[in-house]
T-cell receptor, first 110, second 114 residues
Framework: KNEVEQSPQNLTAQEGEFITINCSYS?????LHWLQQHPGGGIVSLFM???GKKKHGRLIATINIQEKHSSLHITASHPRDSAVYIC????????????FGSGTQLTVLP | NAGVTQTPKFQVLKTGQSMTLQCAQD?????MSWYRQDPGMGLRLIHY???????DQGEVPNGYNVSRSTTEDFPLRLLSAAPSQTSVYFC?????????????FGPGTRLTVL
């Protein structure tokens, strides 16, 4: 069983829809990252969080440490949000080494 | 700052050839790492370095060597390329912020081994 599980693997939405991507992990962590990867492009860090909630524009990330679960929400989705979203965790004791989920491919249709 | 840079962007090798993927960062980050990304799998750690002169193996180190002679540079060497090493390779650097490590990724190198 992977230490980091994401769902769904693929998600297609209509422009304007509210989107949720989920991430569950099985190890103790010091922090969780949400990353974005556009087709053929590099990887950009969207959020790093260890508790609570963070918001940046239309993106919101939440984490529940007790339940070992995090969600990434996109409000008022737009075709430019189409990308792969990756959850990654920093383990306690190996705080510099990330363990990655396999990613969620999001397609937002106009 | 240029951030994390990688060269080349694309490379095609024949089985048995050797090559070096270059990675550099200008942010004075102590920690650098190499990952490979394969379809359907999450990124996997190949090697990492916690500072100049210090390197260690990650999850999938076989067939790769690294060195860290300066803070800025962290090259990845493929000793004898194999088709199983066809992948996209990402270099990353990180620094400590707010209780954890902020991550910065390079643009990636797409490697094909024939």
């Amino acid at each position: 069983k992977n230490e980091v599980e994401q769902s769904p693997q693929n998600l297609t939405a209509q422009e304007g829809e509210f989107i949720t991507i989920n991430c569950s992990y099985s190890v103790g962590i010091s922090a969780l990252h949400w990353l974005q990867q556009h087709p053929g492009g590099g990887i950009v860090s969207l959020f790093m969080l260890s508790s609570g909630k963070k918001k940046h524009g239309r993106l919101i990330a939440t984490i529940n440490i007790q339940e070992k679960h995090s969600s990434l929400h996109i409000t008022a989705s737009h075709p430019r949000d189409s990308a792969v979203y990756i959850c990654a965790v920093l383990g306690i004791g190996s705080a510099r080494q990330l363990t990655f989920g396999s990613g969620t491919q999001l397609t937002v249709l106009p | 700052n240029a951030g994390v840079t990688q060269t080349p962007k694309f490379q095609v090798l024949k089985t048995g050839q050797s090559m070096t993927l270059q990675c550099a960062q200008d942010m004075n980050h102590e920690y650098m790492s190499w990952y490979r990304q394969d379809p359907g799998m999450g990124l996997r750690l190949i090697h990492y370095s916690v500072g100049a002169g210090i390197t260690d193996q990650g999850e999938v180190p076989n067939g790769y060597n690294v060195s860290r002679s300066t803070t800025e540079d962290f090259p990845l060497r493929l000793l004898s390329a194999a088709p199983s090493q066809t992948s996209v390779y990402f270099c990353a650097s990180s620094y400590y912020s707010g209780g954890a490590y902020e991550q910065f990724f390079g643009p990636g190198t797409r490697l094909t081994v024939l």
